[in-house]
């Protein structure tokens, strides 16, 4: 018999950007913290749920790989000025 571990598991936030695409029809979510993060769905409903599963990929994938820090991004929302 195998005995296995037992993790509690914990819960994390990640700020996520959802945006209607009218070409796919749907809704599609990115995780800017987590570069390359993303997904989509055809509701908001799905597409929210669609990127909790990439996140917890994405976090799989960074685990497994031995990775102990996410990746930092200089995030924010900047202005910029453009001629028209």
């Not at 571990?5 to 996520?16: D, G, L, M, R, T």
């Not at 029809?25 to 913290?33: A, I, N």
């Amino acid at each position: 018999m195998v005995l296995r571990k037992k993790i509690k598991a914990s819960i994390a936030e990640f700020p996520v950007f959802l945006e209607y695409d009218l070409e796919y029809g749907g809704f599609v979510v990115d995780c800017p913290t987590l570069p390359g993060c993303m997904s989509q769905g055809k509701t908001k409903e799905e597409a929210l749920t669609n990127i909790k599963d990439a996140i917890s990929g994405y976090l799989a994938v960074l685990e497994k790989h031995q990775h102990t820090t996410l990746p930092v991004q200089d995030m924010g929302w900047y202005q910029v000025r453009v001629a028209i």
